[in-house]
């Protein structure tokens, strides 16, 4: 019994996955995509309630449609979406053993997420030229809100991704396959987060709203 409570508090226990304990060096892969995985979770679970708290407050009668999309924003998706190829590529090349353009095509990938967020503030600016600012009204504040959280993500993102590219080696062809993989993920939710903001913000009406929840038997204001 003694033996068995022993084994337990070793620190290379084998439930620790890989052998793996914090502070003994760079995590395993599989525990790096399961707390990839984790996080994207709670970000996912986080825009979910700024959402449905917009689909509440949408059906109010003081709600003020939003002005057409800018240009920049179609930019910035265009960005974004080139991006999201970009690192998918740049994992198949290092796992090819193609270091270099692995490193090449990574980089190109952080400058398209750059443009991204250079071109989101760009839209930003467009907005208020319209005199779309976060106090005139809540569809300006939401928009302020949802746009700049998911900069926030993708600078995060654009953080850890410039470490994977600094840290390259000659001798680290496995880890940086790895991780420009789990960049590759990282960079599909953002796509897809993002594609949900812009419809939620420019697709959505509030007569849409009301629409369907009077036909689920929803009462709004």
Not at 45 to 59: E, N, Q, S, V
Not at 152 to 166: D, N, R
Request: proline share 6%; aromatic share 12%; hydrophobic share 55%.
């Amino acid at each position: 019994m003694m033996t068995q409570m022993l084994r337990l508090c070793d620190p290379r226990c084998p439930f620790q996955p890989d052998g793996y304990w914090p502070g003994s060096g760079p995590a395993p892969y599989g525990t790096r995509e399961v707390g990839l995985w984790t996080f994207i979770g709670v970000v996912c679970t986080l825009f979910a309630l700024f959402g449905a708290a917009y689909l509440m407050r949408i059906g109010y009668e003081d709600w003020r449609l939003l002005p057409p999309v800018p240009w920049q924003l179609w930019l910035s998706t265009a960005l974004l979406a080139a991006g999201d190829v970009a690192w998918p590529l740049a994992a198949r090349a290092a796992s090819r053993r193609h270091l270099r353009l692995a490193h090449r095509i990574g980089l190109l990938g952080w400058t398209l997420s750059a443009a991204f967020v250079a071109s989101q503030l760009w839209a930003w600016d467009a907005m208020a030229a319209q005199r779309v600012v976060i106090s005139a009204g809540p569809a300006a504040g939401f928009f302020y809100m949802l746009t700049g959280l998911h900069i926030v993500h993708v600078a995060g993102g654009m953080l850890a991704a410039a470490w994977v590219l600094a840290r390259r080696r000659p001798d680290d062809g496995l880890w940086l396959r790895e991780s420009l993989a789990l960049c590759a993920r990282y960079w599909h939710a953002l796509l897809l987060l993002w594609c949900a903001v812009f419809g939620l913000l420019f697709g959505l009406t509030p007569e849409l709203v009301r629409d369907v929840c009077a036909a689920v038997g929803i009462t709004i204001r």
